[in-house]
Each structure stands twice: as C-alpha cells, then as structure tokens.
C-alpha cells in the first residue's frame, strides 16, 4: 500500500494511491489510522508532500555499503555509522534542493532507502524491529562533502535546510533485500545499487538506534548509500528511485 500526504485545494490531506486516484484518509495514518473518507481525488489534481515529516529526528547510518565505504577511502565500520539530521532538512518531492555556496563548494547527492517508524520505540530487539515500522520511503542524504571532512563531525555537513528529500510516497510492504537504489542526475545513471548489499541490515539499525535514543512515529532511519556519490550543479535535477516505491525528482539551485 502506498500512503501520500498531498495538498488539494490549499488543504493537506493524506491517502492512498489507487492506480491514478487517491482514496483520501479521515487523518494522518501515522496516528489516525486507515480510515477513509470516501472521497477520491486524480493523482494529477494533487501536489504531493514529503509524505512524512519527523516530529523529532531524522536518524542515518553512514558508510553502509561495502563499495560506497571504499569509495570513501576506508573500511565498512564494524557498527553502524549513526548521526543525525535536523528535522528542517526535511523538503518533499519536486522542491528545491538550495546548494549553501557561500559556505560549501561541493553539494552531493546520497541515495538512500528510508524506514518510517510507526510505534514508541526503546530498546527494540531485532527479532521484533519490523513491528515499528509504518513503511519504507526514499530519501536523499544530500551533504556539503567538503565540510564533512573540514568539520570533523557532521552536523553542517548534513544538517542544512533542503538537505533530507523525501518521498514521493511511503511504501507499508516492501522487500527490501530485494529492492535497489537507482540515483541519477539530468537522467544519467550515477548510483544503481542492490539493497541486498546493505552491510546492517534495517531491524538491526532499530536496534541499534533505539537502544540509544527512544524513536518516535514519524522518526525517518536513512540507511546508507551504494557507491557512486557525487556532486551536483543548480540547474541539474536529482532523482532517486527505490524499486517498488517510486521516483524521488528534486531540482536544484544555489543560495
Ligand atoms: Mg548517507
């Protein structure tokens, strides 16, 4: 099932999309459930929304892929990579990815598979991980690669508003070991990875992160990206594709 938050008419609904129709829902499934309204609105009178928008933290994993680590110069690490961006990263499909270029020279695109968690989660084994996520969405961990090594940390490198893309719409069933990442700029193929390459899996990084923090409904994990990072230019348009929950398309320009 494929769930979106969209605005029609200058009010912002959710529903679930139905070949080229949303059944609208009576509130946020995230809360309210799956309950309809009856009303069924054209996908194309709609503008979709990032279909989530985290109340506290956007949680991601870093270095997550064997090839992406050795493009980076090192070794997978031997526990997952965890940092943080601010919720106001957050834009949604079709906005603006801004390039911060009096601060940063380089801005690069990281295509990535999103978990949505669905339920208060502390200290959830991974055997029961998969019982608190509301479903899957695409993401890209947009970075200022050049201040993400100046810094040390990566707080500004990640943390800019524009910064978390999301969307278009959040997938309840997916397999995700047999799912891929395909990431391209002005149509060109720049990432095409399978998710089967994933070094810790999703119910482990549930475990990991909430062992550490509690995570909230609505709390994104970004889960790491394939090889084949790069930098992209205003003008260019950035897309992110995970089979079998769609295209996540952003332009983008500088500040
Ligand atoms: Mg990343």
Request: hydrophobic share 40%.
């Amino acid at each position: 099932m494929k769930i979106a938050r969209f605005s029609h008419q200058e009010t912002l609904r959710y529903g679930i999309v139905d070949d080229a129709e949303l059944v609208v829902l009576a509130g946020d499934p995230l809360f309210a459930g799956f309950e309809t309204t009856g009303e069924r609105i054209p996908l194309s009178e709609v503008t979709l929304l990032a279909p989530v928008i985290p109340r506290s933290k956007v949680v991601c994993i870093g270095k997550n892929y064997h090839d992406h680590a050795a493009e980076m110069g090192g070794e997978a690490p031997a526990e997952p990579l965890m940092f943080l961006k601010p919720n106001t990263s957050v834009i949604g499909p079709d906005d603006v990815i801004v390039r911060p270029t009096a601060l940063s020279s380089r801005t690069d695109y990281e295509g990535e598979l999103a978990v949505v968690i669905g339920r208060i989660a502390k200290n959830v084994p991974a055997e029961r991980a998969a019982d608190y996520i509301f479903g899957y969405t695409v993401a890209n961990d947009v970075t200022a690669r050049d201040l993400q090594s100046r810094d040390g940390q990566w707080t500004r490198a990640k943390g800019f508003d524009t910064f978390c893309p999301v969307g278009p719409v959040i997938e309840t069933e997916l397999d995700t070991d047999a799912a891929t990442i395909t990431t391209r700029v002005n149509g060109e193929v720049r990432q095409n990875g399978p998710m089967s390459d994933m070094i810790h899996k999703v119910p482990d990084l549930i475990a990991y992160a909430s062992a550490v923090f509690t995570l909230l409904p609505g709390d994104l994990i970004l889960t790491g990206t394939p090889a084949g990072i790069g930098p992209f230019e205003a003008g260019d348009t950035v897309e992110v594709e995970v089979s079998g929950i769609g295209v996540l398309r952003n332009t983008v320009r500088d500040a």
